[in-house]
């Protein structure tokens, strides 16, 4: 129906309009003739009750005169005066039956007295609504009656009968005449409440008709002024836009100019595609070296940003570094530099892998690794987290749960906790004194987290570059918040990766904001991981296709005394991995290219090798196909700085058995050579 109003011409449209105007206008004039036609028959079907009282009383009358004459014209009188009450009893039971003989019933109302004309409304009126409550207890009312004069009948018999059979006695006659009096006014009762439910119906059912009247009517003024004023708006609108457009046009704004809807396909349709068309063919030819030249602008401003944010850590460490080589240090401040050091080197590593996330959403290669998880137990730690850094800021933290959720959800658990952390700091980095909430719960299909913070809020006119990769609010080089710029479009990739998103709900300008991360509410899944596929290369063993999930859990002083060749061309590196591996008890070996390391992993047993992938001489993927090939059958850890799914899929495919990432996260080594080691 859309579609089809869409392609009408301005002139069938207005056609249309009053085509519907007619039509209800009509439909108006229905119902006022029914309402008439209703109310009469209602009223001439309680007219009969005039005819069934008066014949009724006038039996009666004939019936007491035969009684006290014995005089059989009065007995046939009274018989002539019953005919109206039974033809309308006839056609009452017949119009009862499922299929009722309908010459019977007319020819039953014709004996009633009811007029010609009104016999087939009446039949209608009693067919269609004799379940109605006035018409359901007139008809009750009516029953009831007959069954009187069924008793006026059989007590008339009975008079005959004396009459023939040798004449009543005076004692008798008195009884006869009391009995037909009581029937009388029993009868009488009985209509007169026939009549007054009757009048009763008509009134209420008059009242109704005048209501739907009045709402007829009010329907036909409302949608003919509703109709009116929509096309008219609609008009107006469509003209307005393309008067603006023209005149963007002609003054040149075309980057700034949005397209002219197009909301229909008659001839301001047809006019609004022609001027898009020509916007866009100007913009093209025209502005496309602008929006280079402001893209380039942008993302020159965002590097210099990045390398602010980049350096600024790196000159802590080095600073802190330099302190620490103090030997007349004291050991209370060598330890409280050291955790600086930690601390912004964790920083620095949250920074890049920021920037390699948005690598990987933008190549279209962002992992997603989904599994059942505690949602409770996730927010519980993002609540322990978070809460230092919120006390830092004078800020009240606030996890909430909003329904009753189920505590296991289906989707990527890291992911999530990445996406509620960069809300999380944004929220409390711009809010002091204040208040942040996490609310999370269940709407529809759906879990919902929203993050609300009482913070500064966002200027109206930065809404729209909220989620930019290359936009900051405030990019200058005197901004008060420091920060990549990435978190938000970040949060927002990885939820759509997620089949889910990342929206501001509200911002008010120093009141605060709110986010929302909505994701599928799905459960009781089994574990799905989008993570490398394992390969199997040339010579590598059944049981080391692929990568294993080490158990944090493990008892990591089981791999005391195993015997580890280290194998990096950088010494700092194969330092650092000695130390950490030499707190566990551990035999390190080393090897400083991957030649080195094919000779000394063929020459002596290791129970384990850690192998740096990018290294002068032979790489750390040529070392390990080389091991593979040779039969070398003992696990093969790849140490890489590349985090990208492709590198990692490389990694397997040369041999390895699993991979870490640097900068080497001291748990995750003890963990990863733990699962190899330890049968």
């Given at each position: 129906m859309l579609t089809f109003w869409r392609n009408l011409s301005v002139a069938k449209k207005l056609y249309t309009v009053v085509g519907v105007m007619a039509f209800l206008v009509a439909l108006e004039l229905l119902t006022l003739l029914f309402a008439m036609s209703t109310l009469s028959t209602l009223r001439a079907f309680a007219s009969g009750e005039s005819t069934w009282s008066k014949a009724q009383k006038s039996s009666i009358h004939s019936l007491h005169l035969y009684i006290l004459t014995q005089d059989e014209k009065y007995y046939q009188a009274f018989k002539s005066y019953l005919i109206p009450v039974m033809g309308d009893r006839r056609s009452r039971q017949e119009l009862m039956k499922p299929n009722f003989n309908r010459d019977v019933v007319v020819q039953g109302f014709r004996e009633g007295g009811v007029a010609e004309t009104d016999i087939p409304r009446v039949i209608t009126?009693?067919?269609?609504?004799?379940?109605?409550?006035?018409?359901?207890?007139?008809?009750?009312?009516?029953?009831?009656s007959d069954a009187k004069i069924d008793t006026l009948i059989a007590s008339a018999e009975k008079v005959r009968e004396k009459?023939?059979?040798?004449?009543?006695?005076?004692?008798?006659?008195?009884?006869?005449?009391?009995?037909?009096?009581?029937?009388?006014?029993?009868?009488?009762?009985?209509?007169?409440?026939?009549?007054?439910?009757?009048g009763e119906g008509s009134r209420w059912l008059e009242n109704m008709l005048m209501m739907g009247l009045f709402f007829a009517v009010l329907t036909v003024e409302s949608t003919g002024l509703i109709l009116t004023i929509a096309f008219n708006r609609n008009l107006s609108r469509s003209l307005g836009e393309i008067n603006q457009a023209a005149k963007n046009l002609g003054e040149g704004n075309l980057s700034t100019s949005p397209l002219i809807p197009v909301r229909s396909n008659d001839e301001l349709g047809q006019l609004a595609m022609t001027l898009n068309k020509m916007s866009m063919d100007l913009e093209k030819n025209i502005g496309q070296r602008v929006r280079a030249e402001n893209a380039s602008q942008v993302k020159t401003l965002f590097l210099a940003n990045m390398s602010h944010e980049i350096r600024t850590p790196l000159g802590v460490i080095i600073g802190m570094t330099e302190i620490i080589?103090?030997?007349?240090?004291?050991?209370?401040?060598?330890?409280?530099?050291?955790?600086?050091?930690?601390?912004?080197?964790?920083?620095?590593?949250?920074?890049?892998?920021?920037?390699?996330?948005?690598?990987?959403?933008?190549?279209?290669?962002?992992?997603i690794q989904r599994s059942n998880f505690d949602l409770d137990e996730l927010l519980t730690e993002v609540a322990d987290m978070m809460k230092m850094k919120a006390d830092e800021q004078r800020n009240r933290f606030e996890v909430i749960k909003d329904s009753n959720l189920s505590a296991e959800v289906f989707t990527d658990r890291n992911r999530l906790q990445q996406i509620l952390i960069n809300l999380v700091n944004n929220a409390i980095k711009f809010t002091q004194d204040g208040v942040v909430q996490v609310r999370y719960g269940k709407?529809?299909?759906?879990?919902?987290?929203?993050?609300?913070?009482?913070?500064?809020?966002?200027?109206?006119?930065?809404?729209?570059?909220?989620?930019?990769?290359?936009?900051?609010?405030?990019?200058?080089?005197?901004?008060?918040?420091?920060?990549?710029?990435?978190?938000?479009?970040?949060?927002?990739?990885?939820?759509?990766?997620?089949?889910?998103?990342?929206?501001?709900?509200?911002?008010?300008?120093?009141?605060?904001?709110?986010?929302?991360?909505?994701?599928?509410?799905?459960?009781?899944?089994?574990?799905?991981?989008?993570?490398?596929?394992?390969?199997?290369?040339?010579?590598?063993?059944s049981g080391f296709a692929g990568a294993s999930t080490p158990s944090n859990s493990a008892d990591q002083k089981q791999i005391e005394g195993k015997r580890i060749l280290i194998v990096d061309d950088s010494s700092d590196n194969r330092l650092l991995i000695e130390l950490y591996l030499k707190k566990k008890g551990v035999i390190s070996d080393f090897a400083d290219n991957g030649a080195v390391a094919v000779e000394k992993a063929l020459a002596n047993s290791y129970d384990i090798i850690l192998m740096d992938m990018q290294m002068p001489v032979m790489d750390g993927y040529t070392a390990t196909k080389t091991l593979r090939e040779k039969g070398f059958t003992k696990p093969i850890i790849a140490l890489t700085a590349h985090a990208m799914a492709e590198d990692r899929n490389r990694c397997l495919e040369a041999g390895c058995n699993d991979y870490l990432t640097k900068p080497v996260d001291s748990l995750k080594l003890y963990s990863t050579v733990h699962s190899y080691v330890v049968s």
């Open positions: 009126l009693i067919t269609r609504f004799h379940n109605a409550p006035y018409l359901r207890d007139a008809i009750q009312y009516w029953n009831e009459v023939n059979s040798g004449g009543i006695s005076r004692q008798e006659a008195d009884r006869f005449l009391a009995e037909t009096s009581e029937i009388n006014n029993q009868a009488t009762v009985l209509a007169e409440a026939f009549s007054r439910v009757l080589k103090d030997p007349n240090l004291p050991e209370s401040e060598r330890m409280k530099y050291i955790k600086i050091i930690e601390s912004t080197g964790k920083n620095l590593t949250g920074i890049i892998n920021d920037i390699l996330d948005i690598t990987k959403v933008e190549s279209g290669h962002l992992q709407q529809n299909n759906s879990i919902y987290f929203d993050v609300i913070d009482s913070g500064i809020g966002i200027p109206e006119e930065s809404k729209k570059d909220l989620f930019q990769a290359f936009a900051q609010i405030d990019s200058s080089t005197t901004r008060k918040y420091e920060g990549t710029g990435l978190g938000l479009v970040l949060s927002k990739k990885i939820a759509q990766a997620m089949n889910g998103d990342v929206i501001l709900l509200s911002s008010t300008l120093g009141k605060g904001s709110t986010f929302r991360v909505v994701l599928s509410a799905a459960s009781n899944g089994t574990i799905e991981s989008t993570s490398m596929a394992s390969k199997s290369a040339a010579g590598l063993p």
